[in-house]
């Protein structure tokens, strides 16, 4: 999944931020399957093995959106806020994170490691970390949607529960059953808890650790005195320059929180969007734990995911519209997944793995909002036997 050829040049690309227990993976996945197999035959005929990166199009996308945040942020710092330039510069930030820092610290904007290093820090100019993100969403993609390895799956607890915990589970709380209700208001707060995350002292992300990921190595801890050094120069640009500007007031502290909301708003909808909605498979290694039988680790990762639009969706979202396509290929570069998608579509209907596919953006949050308030309420605990399998 991460390293595709298993060869030391390619391991080289990328430092290694963590180490997964590699027991785990092979009691409850399996790999080299027929559906694998065939699935990787016939995506690379479209991308050749070695072209699978970025191409002329992507940069001149990441380059766009990072002329676009540049400029912003140069009249947030310089000029001082405003409503209007919260509300823009909020959702441009959002942008980075969707189209320049993911391809490239999933290592699939350029062969060369440099060039991804670099577009990687789009992470800490947005407020967060690329190495905090890479430990939590690298340990994301190898446990897609499982309830208790999973980070994504449990992050926003207790506040919000992405899990669709059995009726008597202690995580579930009274509140959740209204979350379908304030899904929105309580992602706006994605930014505030990002900007001050305190696991930036140390770089040791708490939701991988908890799975067992390991990240006591001597790298990570060379770049905490990186981390924090970003951290405090994006809270100096985004949150002291305007009350240096204008001075403490209220309206700034609010056009502040505008832009926090804006980004969380912008950037937090779209991720929950793709692994939370009405079908997605909840608890991808059930079969392991009643017969014993791994599954097929390819077939999990198209059954948690979903998949809208097309090219338009991917060229605004970096491609994370095609997320059944990038968890199957996450180290190839999103400009690839409009190409591939019509083959990966026919090959899962041929070996009868459940696509989920919703033609415009507005279906898919649909049924993550009503996902939502299912999972808050219990109702699909009350309505089948199997609740938390796909079944679409």
Known sequence: MIHPYHTTKHLEKMRAVGKINDGDVQRDYVFDTPFEREIKREVFKIVRRGREFGTWGYFARAFTYIGIMAALQYLWVTVGPSWTLALFLGMSQASIGLNVQHDANHGAASKKPWVNDLLGFGADFIGGSKWLWMEQHWTHHAYTNHASKDPDSFSAEPMMAFNDYPLDHPNRKLWHRAQGFLFLPLLSFYWLSSVFNVQILDLEQRGAQSVGIRMDNDFVKSRRKYAVTLRILYIYWNIVCPFL????????????????????????????????????????????????????????????????????????????????????????????????APTVREICKKHGVKYAYYPWVLQNFISTVKYMHNAGTGANWKEFAQPLKGDL
């Open 245 to 340: 500007k204008t001075g403490w007031s209220w309206t700034t502290l609010a056009q502040i929180l505008v832009l926090g909301a804006a980004e969380s708003l912008t950037l937090a909808s779209l991720f929950a969007l793709s692994h939370n909605f009405e079908g997605s498979d909840r608890d991808p290694t059930k079969d392991v734990r009643e017969g014993g039988e791994p599954v097929c680790w390819f077939k999990s990762q198209v059954e948690t995911s979903s998949t809208y639009g097309g090219f338009i969706s991917g060229a605004l979202t970096g491609g994370l519209n095609f997320q059944v396509e990038h968890h199957l290929f996450p180290r190839m570069s999103s400009a690839w997944y409009p190409y591939i």
